[in-house]
């Protein structure tokens, strides 16, 4: 199957990567020229802009930062629906606002185009090995059309979740979970370190009850070590949170929480930090206390 992949930032490269290793034919745009360039190297045909990549095939992924970005792919001047056939299916994986997907997915329906949102989970290290977590919103007749061949080539598990949007509610859900636990891990150790214990045992201790997770598999490593090298940036993690709590705004839905957590990755970023991975809220931590998390902190 030829597809088209459009988006080829830290998530959509091994995603791509993957497609290919399936055995699909892509044709692969990006407005990074070293991205595209590495996926040609793969064995992906290049291309100019989104329109080219729709005019090619039947089955279009889009993989891009955020709403305006998607927007602008899709419905932009040389974008998607310029080039499209009627009776494609335009598979989003970005994870963008739920209104946006819906707004985005009535102009696709003009073209005679089949849109389904689908955000993903798992961040790059899940991207690479091909077992992310996708969660989809559309006709669900298109999303079993696309879950097999497609979708389950990137990820462990495709659940659909209900009509378009669906997808990016449930991604919302997600990104609010991960984040209140990324801060309340970093807030554990914290204290764990200001009353003289060591956090890497705590950790150790810990991980296997009930507090264990994967957030705290996969982040509390990063914070011993001091190592924010991104797998999922701080501020791809405040755009999610923005669009979660617009979206909570609008529904009547209380997130207190999660504007607590807002807050802290804005102090993050004014400080400098925005491009860290989002375990670097352990210096949020830091800045408060004085003391670090790391191994080996400065004061010891």
């Known amino acids: 199957m030829k597809i088209g992949f459009i988006g080829l930032g830290i998530m959509g490269k091994p995603m791509a990567m993957n497609l290919i290793k399936a055995?699909?034919?892509?044709?692969?745009?990006?407005i990074v020229r070293e991205n595209i360039e590495y996926i040609a190297s793969a064995g992906a045909e290049p291309a100019d802009c989104s329109k080219t990549v729709a005019e090619n095939c039947m089955t279009i992924i889009t993989m891009?930062?955020?709403s305006p970005h998607v927007k602008e792919a899709v419905c932009g001047v040389n974008g998607v629906l310029d080039g499209v056939k009627p009776g494609a299916v335009l598979i989003d994986m970005s994870s963008?606002?739920?209104?946006?997907?819906?707004?985005?997915?009535?102009?696709?329906?003009?073209?005679?185009?089949?849109?389904?949102?689908?955000?993903?989970s798992g961040g790059e290290p899940k991207a690479i090995d091909g077992t992310l977590s996708i969660m989809a919103g559309g006709d669900k007749a298109v999303f079993e059309s696309v879950k097999d061949e497609i979708l389950l080539k990137m990820g462990a598990s495709a659940v659909h979740c209900g009509e378009i949007g669906s997808g990016?509610?449930?991604?919302?859900?997600?990104?609010?979970?991960?984040?209140l636990n990324i801060a309340a891990i970093a807030e554990a150790f914290t204290l764990a370190r200001k009353a003289g214990v060591d956090p890497e045992l705590v950790?150790?201790?810990?991980?296997?009850?009930?507090?264990?997770?994967?957030a705290m598999g996969?982040?509390?490593?990063?914070?011993?070590?001091?190592?924010?090298?991104?797998?999922?940036r701080i501020n791809l993690h405040i755009k999610d949170l923005a669009n979660a709590?617009?979206?909570?705004?609008?529904?009547?839905?209380?997130?207190?929480?999660?504007?607590?957590?807002?807050?802290?990755?804005?102090?993050?970023?004014?400080?400098?930090?925005?491009?860290?991975?989002?375990?670097?809220?352990?210096?949020?931590?830091?800045?408060l206390s004085g003391t670090g998390i790391m191994r080996r902190c400065d004061n010891e």
């Open 23 to 30: 055995g699909h034919s892509l044709i692969a745009y990006d």
């Open 64 to 66: 891009l930062p955020n």
């Open 96 to 120: 963008i606002a739920p209104l946006a997907s819906k707004e985005i997915a009535k102009e696709c329906a003009k073209k005679g185009v089949s849109m389904i949102d689908a955000p993903v």
């Open 168 to 179: 990016n509610t449930t991604k919302l859900a997600n990104q609010v979970i991960v984040a």
């Open 203 to 214: 950790f150790e201790a810990i991980k296997g009850g009930l507090a264990g997770s994967n």
């Open 218 to 232: 996969a982040k509390a490593p990063m914070m011993l070590e001091g190592n924010y090298k991104p797998g999922f």
């Open 245 to 287: 709590l617009d979206t909570a705004h609008s529904v009547g839905s209380p997130l207190p929480l999660t504007a607590s957590v807002m807050e802290m990755m804005q102090t993050i970023r004014s400080d400098g930090f925005e491009q860290d991975d989002h375990s670097a809220l352990a210096r949020f931590y830091e800045k």
